[in-house]
């Protein structure tokens, strides 16, 4: 691209950049999520979310999601259960991995059969799953250890 071209390009596009402030619910909802990275701790239920674009059992998997409270986790397999659908736990992966909306979908609390980390699709995967447990003060999980 020419010299002149590009000063051109970059002078529409920095004239129809604007910056806007969030306000009211947004507002709320960005300062009770960084809050809540703080360690000031919120289930975040409140906020609302629409999912209704999500498949039938992915909604399901979102909402039992969503009601597990902050230091507590359930295992692919239960949720599956809960979402009746027993024996679905790869289809719980399945939809969380593909959550939209994570920490407000809080798909972290849900770990594997054996309580490990196993995936996370949010970016810094496995390491930002066990960082946002260890906010949370959830058992187990940045604890000091014997061993």
Not at 6 to 21: K, L
Not at 83 to 112: D, E, K, M, T
């Amino acid at each position: 691209m020419s010299g002149m071209l590009r000063r051109g390009v970059d002078a529409i596009a920095s004239a129809r950049v604007r910056t806007v402030e969030p306000s009211g619910a947004m507002a709320e909802a960005i300062r009770a999520i960084r809050a809540h990275l703080t360690g000031e701790l919120d289930d975040l239920r409140w906020i609302p979310v629409d999912y209704r674009a999500q498949p039938e059992f992915h909604r399901a998997v979102y909402d039992i999601t969503r009601a597990i409270a902050p230091g507590h986790t359930l295992t692919y397999g239960e949720v599956a259960a809960r979402a009746g659908a027993p024996g679905a736990a790869q289809a719980v992966g399945q939809a969380l991995g593909r959550n939209p909306i994570p920490l407000i979908v809080p798909c972290h609390r849900v770990l594997a059969a054996d309580h490990g980390l196993h995936g996370f699709s949010a970016p810094g995967g496995i390491a930002t799953k066990a960082r946002l447990l260890e906010i949370e003060r959830t058992s187990g999980f940045g604890e000091p250890t014997l061993f």
